[in-house]
């Protein structure tokens, strides 16, 4: 009980080493690259296949010798004894002369090279003849090799000399070639007796562990060379797919990047819609008013003194002279303002004007209708870009000059416009003036600021604003100049 209680510790203590240690080759192999992993396991594979694939060879290599050394000694054997043995074909033993005879022979130069002990079995398994008195005349079963051999066969193996009759065998030698061969009668298919030789195993077993050697070296050179080309196989491999995958990474990491601007400018592009809405009510607001508060007076006025003329001329049938050149006068003025709310809402020729011609366009046209001046630098301003972008461009322009004019007393207004080296056109207008606090919401009806953002925004770009009262106030307007930005183009 003690000892079995003992050996149930033993096992468990050596149990709970080996759980971590399984658990630690697991964890180790899961921290390997796919490439090690697979290699590690056909390292495995290629050894066992290997090893395997030497047993296998080293048996084949060991039965093939064994076959052909029984055979050669059986037939060279075969040529000595049989002719001593013929009387068997009669008789059921050996007479003395037959067995001093095959003493001689055992004793021969010629068998003793190869022969160091034999018997002589009768079919029905008794002991005929052997070097060891004692077992003539005693009858053991004929099984096994001596049984194949009675029906005809030759048989040959290496034996540990267990067997009840090899007491004499024993006593000299530890294993030998033991060789079945059946004894046939002169002229005939008869077996008349079967023949048990012995022979030292020495050269056989040289000769077995040399081609034995020979063929572990060609297995393992075999082996060797297969996982090498295999490693190469995988390593190369496994370098594709790290470099593809370090590209795939990459353009994920792009795509998303264009993913989150795409996200971005959506939801600027659907802000600046919803704006744009509201800018229009405005800007048709603005309109309104300024007819009505515009032409539409002065027409009212005009009606009136047409009404004031027509009763003057119905009463006296004369006069009205002065009163019609003061209608005149109301209706030049209507339509004075009529032109120039509809020439302000006009955009000029821009198709085919460079963006250098459309910035000087927009400066001069203010210079006429503020009388102010402004310095204009265009150096380095690419010469095509798309329509949509040279249409807000003069707009963003005119929108700018038009708020330094007004809040900036036309101090020191200057247009510079540049290619910015991002794709982008950057133009930027700048004055002197008082400045203004950019975090204070726009008064109402005041949409200049609010539009510039907008027109720039729906096109993908932005607008920048400073003011200070000791810096003056510069709007910069970015716009892209890709295709992209307008289906139209120059």
């Not at 910035?359 to 150096?379: I, L, N, Q």
């Amino acid at each position: 009980m003690l000892r079995d209680r003992a050996v149930s510790l033993a096992t468990g203590a050596r149990a709970r080493v080996r759980r971590p240690t399984l658990r630690s080759l697991r964890f180790g192999l899961a921290n390997l690259s796919l490439a090690r992993r697979f290699l590690i396991v056909s390292l495995a594979l290629v050894v066992v296949g290997g090893v395997s694939l030497g047993w296998v060879l080293g048996q084949l290599i060991e039965t093939s010798a064994i076959n052909d050394t029984t055979s050669v000694t059986a037939l060279y054997v075969e040529s000595f004894v049989a002719p001593d043995l013929q009387s068997l074909a009669t008789s059921s033993s050996l007479t003395q002369p037959e067995i001093d005879s095959l003493q001689t022979l055992l004793g021969s130069p010629a068998l003793v090279e190869r022969i160091v002990t034999f018997r002589i079995w009768s079919t029905s398994g008794k002991i005929l003849y052997s070097p060891n008195p004692q077992l003539m005349g005693r009858t053991f079963a004929m099984d096994g090799d001596r049984g194949r051999a009675v029906q005809g066969a030759v048989t040959g193996d290496i034996s540990n000399l267990t067997d009840p009759e090899n007491v004499y065998e024993r006593q000299q030698w530890s294993h030998l070639l033991e060789i079945y061969m059946p004894i046939r009668a002169s002229g005939s298919s008869l077996i008349i007796a079967v023949a048990e030789l012995y022979q030292r195993p020495d050269d056989l077993e040289n000769q077995v562990n040399h081609d034995r050697l020979m063929a572990w070296g060609l297995v393992a050179a075999v082996a060797l060379l297969a996982f090498l080309a295999l490693a190469l196989v995988v390593h190369q491999g496994s370098e594709k797919i790290i470099s593809q995958d370090s590209e795939l990474r990459e353009k994920v990491r792009q795509l998303s990047t264009l993913l989150d601007q795409n996200a971005g400018l959506h939801d600027r592009l659907r802000r600046a819609a919803a704006r744009t809405t509201a800018l229009n009510e405005l800007e048709r607001r603005r309109i309104g008013s300024d007819l009505h508060d515009g032409p539409s007076q002065t027409l009212a006025f005009a009606m009136l003194r047409l009404d004031a003329v027509e009763g003057r001329l119905e009463e006296t049938g004369q006069g009205g002279n002065e009163e019609l050149g003061s209608v005149r006068a109301a209706l030049a003025d209507a339509l004075g303002d009529m032109r120039t709310i509809a020439a302000g809402l006009r955009t000029p020729e821009l198709e085919r004007a460079t963006p250098a011609e459309i910035v000087r366009r927009a400066v001069v046209d203010h210079e006429r209708k503020a009388g102010t001046s402004a310095a204009v630098d265009v150096e380095g301003i690419p010469g095509r870009a798309p329509l949509a972008i040279k249409i807000a461009l003069y707009r963003i322009l005119s929108e700018a000059l038009s708020n330094a004019a007004r809040h900036g007393q036309g101090a020191g207004v200057a247009v510079r416009v540049i290619d910015s080296g991002d794709g982008n056109l950057m133009a930027e207008v700048s004055d002197k003036g008082p400045g203004f606090d950019v975090r204070q919401r726009p008064i109402q009806g005041h949409l200049g600021l609010a539009g510039m953002r907008e027109r720039a925004e729906l096109l993908g770009g932005r607008l920048e604003l400073e003011s200070s009262a000791e810096g003056g106030t510069h709007v910069r307007a970015f716009l892209p100049l890709t295709e992209a930005a307008s289906d139209e183009h120059d």
